[in-house]
């Protein structure tokens, strides 16, 4: 019907929860700002109008009670959405997420389903200093009993919001700031714009997207990190005539990690890209479900561009050099080549 | 609202049901952990925090709700899943972690989850508060009928949880109550020694909710006072939190020795069972023979449910990669 548009992540996930919250009455979003704030990253923007007060419920700066408070509901049969606007403050609310929204499913033996979805704004790169830039993106996938998912572009933040919606499992919905794409942010990068349909759609959990064929090397990265990805292969081609294969898992529970060791037998070559601190992260796992499977796929030692396990410092300078930069990117990608 | 005969003798018999109960559990607990005490090892393994004293929290709250009611247990969850009607024969087989049980096997004696009745745990203090005012948002929403309640301790009121569900049960005015039972003591920790103030229920003025506190450990007095925080939940007039002095006749868990409880203390508690029954029976509402049949009636059930749970199976190794996740496989 209309003309093609393109969006947002930010928008492209909200339109999600626009439609789901007009077709079925039992979602209903709650957290911090999010009625006359529309959420501190766009994430409700403009709900609170279209739905109300009772729909679109403020909370107190009460984590672990409104978390609380979410599952229950849920249990109840109700699909609350809760934005939490930083991931950094689950701190003050971590038992809420890993002993009860998590676990309930599982102590129940399948008795007791918490269908919810929790928002979170991860990342840095904008100067906020360290307890408002962390990915913590490993804190949230290492508990079982939770998904997590992590979209890079807006037609994957739609269709995984759906599916997080509609999902009977408790959904923990990793939204990175900078790729949100909401204007106090600047320009929106714009490889995470997409061209977004209208109608709703869902994406399946735990199914990779491969953004780019190649031959010569395979990239792992995720959210604002496959960005980085893709101007490190643009360059890496460009200079080096270098043939690089990206791989954005989407989902990172569950992990396709299908995908990633096919690409790895194509390549022979991996390196993986992450916000997260390095150690007991992504990146070793991804690493892990490769070699595990099969080392002699792999031609040189995999590579691993993270945070180097560091707090993230606020000045600018130090804090490009512990990002996952695309510049560290290339410059490791060179050393695996021996270029 | 005061109780009748009949919902007195009841009270009695669920306040038995439970002690008969727990009695059986303490007896096969110790009784192949000897000669050394190892948690790992018996039947019952683990810790087990029995309500041995508390019943009457439960037995004088739970008369007040149906059903349609929702209810949160904490991680000394006996009392509350007898007399809100749990099946004795699932809940002695979950203890002994057996396929029957109601988790089969997954929860154990801290994790009885029940949907039919509405009633889950949650071991961590407090925390089951969150969870009860989030049925009571979700049903005030769908202006549905049903309250919620959640069970816990005198000294859960000193977890960040309680104060911020309890302001969000004020702000939104939720059917929600919270029980506290105040046994005087948080693992070894005593009131006095972690506590501001005398009685929490006079932190419901913080919240804007209705607070109140019942002195003694008796079923009567604490259904006349539980119906009246009910009928606020259910008259649109929200929340409250009822603090009933009780007393921890078992220690935190069991192998406690409670040597921290000075000597008076210990034998200033009063046994709820022996009291209410001596209550009934000087008030004309229980005759001696009745009360025996009663203690009969219960002993026996219980004593099925224990031989039920021993003769169940265990779950085999491989269930526990079941249900991690509802529709996500991996």
């Known amino acids: 019907m209309s003309s093609e548009r393109t969006l947002t992540v930010a928008r492209a996930g909200r339109e999600a929860v626009m439609w789901e919250m007009q077709n079925d009455p039992s979602v209903f979003m709650l957290g911090e700002d999010v009625f006359a704030f529309g959420g501190v990253f766009g994430t409700a923007d403009g709900l609170g109008e279209m739905f109300g007060p009772d729909r679109i419920l403020d909370t107190p700066i009460s984590e672990t009670g409104f978390i609380g408070l979410a599952t229950g509901a849920a249990m109840a049969g109700m699909r609350p959405i809760v934005e939490l606007a930083f991931v950094d403050f689950i701190g003050v609310c971590y038992n809420a997420i890993v002993n009860l929204a998590a676990k309930h499913y599982y102590l129940s033996n399948g008795q007791v389903k918490v269908p919810m979805v929790l928002m979170l704004g991860s990342g840095g790169g904008y100067n906020n200093g360290a307890q408002h830039s962390q990915s913590l993106l490993a804190s949230l996938a290492h508990m079982p009993g939770s998904v997590v998912v992590t979209p890079s572009n807006a037609y994957d933040a739609k269709g995984l919001m759906h599916s997080a919606i509609r999902s009977d499992d408790f959904v923990i919905y990793s939204g990175q700031k900078k790729v949100a794409g909401v204007g106090m942010l600047g320009t929106p990068i714009k490889t995470s714009m997409s061209v977004v349909p209208d109608e709703p759609y869902t994406i399946p959990f735990g199914v990779a997207n491969i953004v780019q064929e190649g031959t010569d090397l395979t990239m792992v990265g995720v959210s604002w990190t496959v960005h980085q990805c893709i101007e490190a292969a643009e360059r890496l081609q460009s200079e080096h005539n270098i043939s690089v294969e990206i791989i954005d898992p989407r989902t990172v529970v569950p992990l396709d990690r299908d995908a990633i060791f096919d690409s790895v037998k194509k390549t022979g070559k991996l390196l993986v890209a992450d916000e997260d601190y390095q150690s007991f992260g992504f990146t070793g796992e991804v690493i892990a479900s490769v070699v595990e499977r099969d080392p002699s796929v792999l031609s040189c030692a995999p590579v691993r561009v993270a945070n180097p396990d560091l707090n993230i410092p606020y000045s600018r300078p130090m804090e490009l050099r512990v990002l996952p930069t695309a510049d560290r990117i290339v410059e490791e990608s060179k050393k695996m080549l021996g270029l | ?330």
């Open chain 2, 1 to 330: 609202m005061k109780p009748t005969a009949a919902q007195r003798k009841a009270m009695y018999s669920d306040i038995v049901r439970s002690r008969e109960f727990d009695d059986r559990v303490l007896e096969l607990y110790f009784a192949d952990k000897m000669p050394v005490f190892d948690l790992a090892k018996g039947v019952i393994p683990g810790e087990i925090h029995s309500s041995h004293g508390q019943e009457p929290c439960a037995a004088g709250t739970m008369p007040h709700l149906t059903l349609e009611d929702t209810i949160t247990s904490n991680h000394r969850p006996h009392h509350h899943a007898i007399c809100r009607g749990l099946d004795l024969n699932k809940l002695a087989a979950e203890l002994m972690g057996k396929k029957t049980g109601y988790c089969a096997g997954k929860g154990g004696h801290m994790h009885i989850y029940s949907v039919e009745h509405k009633f889950s745990c949650s071991g961590i203090i407090a925390e089951g508060m969150g969870p009860a005012a989030g049925v009571a948002l979700a049903n005030k929403m769908r202006e549905q009928d049903g309250i919620a309640v959640s069970y816990m301790g005198e000294a859960a009121a000193n977890q960040g949880a309680f104060h911020e569900v309890m302001n969000m049960a004020g702000v939104y005015t939720l059917p929600y109550i919270c029980i506290i039972e105040d046994n005087n003591w948080g693992v070894s920790v005593s009131k006095k020694a972690s506590t501001a103030i005398e009685r929490n229920s006079e932190r419901a003025a913080s919240y804007g909710v209705y607070g109140e506190y019942v002195e003694d450990n008796d079923c009567d007095l604490i259904f006349e006072a539980m119906s009246r925080c009910v009928d606020r939940a259910r008259s649109g007039q929200g929340a409250s939190i009822l603090e009933i002095q009780t007393y921890r006749l078992k220690g935190h868990m069991h192998g406690d020795q409670m040597a921290y409880v000075p000597e008076e203390e210990v034998a200033a508690m009063k046994d709820c069972v022996i009291e209410y029954r001596n209550k009934l029976i000087s008030e004309g509402v229980l005759t001696e023979k009745e009360a025996e049949e009663i203690v009969s009636q219960q002993k026996s059930e219980v004593d099925a449910a224990i031989q039920f749970g021993l003769d169940s199976p265990y779950p085999d190794p491989e269930d526990a990669f079941q249900n991690t996740y509802a529709g996500v496989s991996k």
